[in-house]
């Protein structure tokens, strides 16, 4: 597969600022330490004024079907403690959605995050971890389903007729969103699985034909292979996927050394894309999940080459240079110091490349960037 060699060890960098890993009230996080998206909100205005989180508004990027909102509607990424997260806000309408913000905020203020992430619904990237070396991975937009938007989940066993994914989850809205996905892709249906110790059981009760699992539940429950898939038991292969609060502290977050780099974003409902473009789904219990994995990625690298390479011939040089520091991690302020620019023109520069490239975020550029 013709890829690009990337050398590099990930930093913890993000278009939002510095950030490290982090649980708050028992949900996995990633922490920023400076926002740095958009302009610089007025700090003094208190949080808890709306025209606060008015300054913080932007636009979602994509939309998740289960969750019912549009292309237009806001998001605001709210921080506390420490700890941030995107809130869709569910409408266009700036003054509904900036107090709308300022709600969340001053629950996750009075109530911790917990109770805060179970009644409103959280914007998130997964990331499906196929292979490690080469780094094959897709990855989706979810909105966690709370409330009313929660699917009712069961115990009891799927129609036969239906390929059966056990989703092995503790946060019940990161669940309930993948059950949902499994559940829109034709021929499978989802289990869901709240926990480390209810996966023996579940697994014996079920027997589901693939396991899909958080990667920080795989050492609990004995799956060894996290990072790539593999049989979590003779003729059921499991795939591990991880969450971030944005994509591009999914990309920083990708293994160093590795002798290339291929990430694709699909739709919530084509998660099992990879596997089945070269099998039926009733061809799934096979042992050569793999290989069909790389296929895949092999048959979108030669549609997608000739493409990307007279995209990125029409970069400037100095394009190409700020391209070339983003995919170190960097974010805009060492962008600007390393070129001797300002941040404004850093902005400029992104701005140009993204249209060139016919992407909408920092990550979609890198990952063109480095299959170069």
């Not at 390393?338 to 249209?355: D, N, P, Q």
């Amino acid at each position: 597969m013709a890829m690009k060699s990337a050398s590099r060890q990930p930093r913890s960098k993000s278009a939002h600022g510095s950030a490290r890993a982090k649980s708050v009230g028992g949900i996995s996080t990633v922490v920023f330490l400076k926002y740095s998206g958009g302009s610089q909100p007025d700090e003094n205005i208190p949080k808890t004024d709306a025209r606060y989180w008015r300054q913080r508004l932007i636009l979602r990027r994509y939309r998740f079907p289960a969750s019912g909102q549009s292309e237009q509607d806001r998001v605001a990424l709210i921080d506390h403690a420490e700890a941030a997260y995107f809130f869709p806000l569910g409408t266009p309408d700036t003054e509904i959605a900036a107090a709308r913000a300022c709600r969340i905020y001053e629950m996750a203020v009075k109530q911790g995050w917990g109770t805060t992430c179970r009644h409103f619904s959280r914007e998130l990237t997964i990331s499906f971890e196929w292979c490690m070396n080469p780094v094959l991975w897709t990855y989706t937009t979810i909105h966690t389903l709370v409330g009313e938007r929660s699917r009712p989940e069961s115990n009891s066993a799927p129609a036969n007729s239906n390929r059966r994914i056990l989703v092995v989850e503790t946060d019940a809205g990161i669940r309930r969103a993948l059950c949902w996905s499994i559940d829109h892709q034709a021929g499978f249906v989802s289990v869901p699985c709240d926990s480390a110790a209810a996966f023996t059981s579940a697994l014996e009760i079920h027997k589901p034909q693939m396991v899909l699992l958080n990667r920080n539940l795989a050492g609990r429950i004995g799956f060894k292979s996290a990072g790539t898939i593999s049989p979590i038991q003779p003729g059921v292969p499991a795939l591990t996927y991880s969450v971030y609060v944005d994509g591009d502290q999914m990309f920083v977050s990708t293994a160093g050394g590795a002798e290339g780099y291929l990430v694709k974003r699909v739709e919530p409902d084509r998660l099992l894309e990879p596997i089945l473009k070269v099998a039926r789904p009733s061809e799934l219990m096979t042992e050569d999940f793999l290989l069909r994995v790389k296929y895949y990625f092999q048959g979108l690298l030669q549609l997608r080459s000739s493409n990307d390479t007279l995209a990125l011939a029409k970069l400037s040089r100095r394009e190409l240079e700020v391209l070339e520091l983003l995919s170190k991690g960097c974010v805009d302020k060492e962008i600007a110091q390393a070129m001797g620019i300002s941040v404004w023109t850093v902005h400029g520069h992104l701005k140009k490349i993204f249209e060139r490239l016919q992407v909408r975020t920092r990550l979609e550029a890198v990952i063109r960037y480095l299959e170069k």
